[in-house]
């Protein structure tokens, strides 16, 4: 069976760089949601890029 999952990410610091956080929602049937807080001082630029991997961590544990 093919099984098609929408996934969003997207990390944040306030103020850049500061106090930082990464999350993401995995839609496969249902809605699942991950979080992590990354610390500080930490850029905007990582933050993000660890909520992209924070979505590919969890989207192999559903592969």
Same mark, same amino acid.
Request: negative net charge.
């Given at each position: 069976?093919?099984?098609? #999952?929408?996934?969003?990410?997207?990390?944040?610091? $306030?103020?850049?760089?500061?106090?930082?956080?990464? #999350?993401?929602? =995995? +839609? *496969?049937? +249902?809605?699942?949601?991950?979080?992590?807080?990354?610390?500080?001082? =930490?850029?905007?630029? $990582?933050?993000?890029?660890?909520? *992209?991997?924070?979505? $590919?961590?969890?989207? *192999?544990?559903? #592969?």
């Amino acid at each position: 069976m093919d099984k098609t #999952a929408i996934i969003h990410f997207d990390g944040g610091a $306030v103020p850049n760089p500061g106090k930082a956080a990464a #999350a993401c929602i =995995i +839609q *496969l049937g +249902q809605t699942h949601t991950f979080s992590r807080y990354l610390g500080e001082p =930490i850029s905007n630029n $990582v933050a993000e890029y660890c909520g *992209l991997l924070l979505r $590919v961590e969890e989207a *192999l544990k559903w #592969a």
